[in-house]
């Protein structure tokens, strides 16, 4: 079972930066990570991806975050970070680290971003 712990969540005034962390663990087997990913939820709305990164590097990014937010990974796909730059009230929402191995998918728990305006 992997477990995944994210860090770096706050309050942060609008136009201001938070960094996101997110380290994977699993005992002491290879985590053997494919895609390491955030996503975002918002009272009253789905969750929706922020930004993937995959294994050999590639990255995606949710349209609402383009040219702002940046994520990254150690090199062992155990860590991933997410820069987070002029940061927006609609911003605001829980974050959560995600990491696809295999066929299957784990999830953190989440933590709170919130942008004052």
């Known amino acids: 079972q992997v477990h995944l712990e994210e860090s770096g969540g706050g309050l942060v005034e609008a136009g201001g930066s938070l960094r996101l962390s997110c380290t994977a663990t699993m005992g002491y087997d290879s985590i053997r990570a494919n895609v390491l990913g955030w996503y975002r939820q918002a009272p009253g709305k789905q969750r929706e991806m922020v930004a993937t990164?995959?294994?050999?590097?590639?990255?995606n990014y949710g349209d609402a975050v383009k040219g702002r937010f940046t994520i990254s990974r150690t090199s062992a796909m155990t860590t991933t970070f997410l820069q987070m730059n002029s940061l927006k009230p609609e911003d605001t929402a829980v974050y959560y680290c995600n990491l696809a191995r295999a066929s299957l998918s784990y999830w953190g728990q989440g933590t709170q971003v919130t942008v004052s305006s």
């Open positions: 990164i995959t294994r050999d590097g590639s990255t």
